[in-house]
T-cell receptor, first 114, second 116 residues
Framework: NAGVTQTPKFQVLKTGQSMTLQCAQDMNHEYMSWYRQDPGMGLRLIHY???????DQGEVPNGYNVSRSTTEDFPLRLLSAAPSQTSVYFCASSLNRQGTYEQYFGPGTRLTVT | GNSVTQMEGPVTLSEEAFLTINCTYT??????LFWYVQYPGEGLQLLLKATKADDKGSNKGFEATYRKETTSFHLEKGSVQVSDSAVYFC???????????????FGKGTKLTVNP
């Protein structure tokens, strides 16, 4: 199993540009989520999905869009990049939404918006 | 709402020293508690977990006990190694009255550096 994969590893955008961060998992997990990690802030939940076709907002959803057309993929779209979106983004998945199940994290995408 | 407070770092220790990283939480219901570790340049990985009061999670020499009376889940290791240098995150996942779980809530992380 490859686990959770994310692409790209690094990305530089100009303000106003849009892009999609890719996330895929091959563990047949129902639950997938996107976090952003900023210095001194821990990880904050952006969006999550409890299964194909179902998504919901997390703590910091503004400026981001998600969709879940398959169990495996959960892309995160930045609609119009802003410098405040400079961060490291992590995708995670778990067997289901029960909190006792381990979340598996991808290696992250480091995004810089200039 | 649910929240996690962990000691601020950075923490610098010599090899074979004793490690404690404090973590306290605020939650309704019966949360599950976790410690995740992030090695440089990598994503987070689960270190240990506890799902009910008085449970002790342990892994790789690390331990943490779920203390409901003090709402704490402190991470300890008796003898740290250089390879333990990483950022450690305390997290909780609550349980709603209707069953199922709420989302993971993370502390801000504590950076540990172990010197030889």
């Amino acid at each position: 199993n490859a686990g959770v994969t994310q692409t790209p590893k690094f990305q530089v955008l100009k303000t106003g540009q849009s892009m999609t961060l890719q996330c895929a998992q091959d563990m047949n997990h129902e639950y997938m989520s996107w976090y952003r990690q900023d210095p001194g802030m821990g990880l904050r939940l952006i969006h999550y999905s409890v299964g194909a076709g179902i998504t919901d907002q997390g703590e910091v959803p503004n400026g981001y869009n998600v969709s879940r057309s398959t169990t495996e993929d959960f892309p995160l779209r930045l609609l119009s990049a802003a410098p405040s979106q400079t961060s490291v983004y992590f995708c995670a998945s778990s067997l289901n939404r029960q909190g006792t199940y381990e979340q598996y994290f991808g290696p992250g995408t480091r995004l810089t918006v200039t | 709402g649910n929240s996690v407070t962990q000691m601020e770092g950075p923490v610098t220790l010599s090899e074979e020293a004793f490690l404690t990283i404090n973590c306290t939480y605020t939650a309704t219901g019966y949360p599950s508690l976790f410690w995740y570790v992030q090695y440089p340049g990598e994503g987070l990985q689960l270190l240990l977990k506890a799902t009910k009061a008085d449970d002790k999670g342990s892994n790789k020499g690390f331990e943490a006990t779920y203390r409901k009376e003090t709402t704490s889940f402190h991470l300890e290791k008796g003898s740290v190694q250089v390879s333990d240098s990483a950022v450690y995150f305390c997290a909780l996942s609550g349980t709603s009255a209707q069953g199922g779980s709420e989302k993971l809530v993370f502390g801000k992380g504590t950076k540990l550096t172990v010197n030889p």
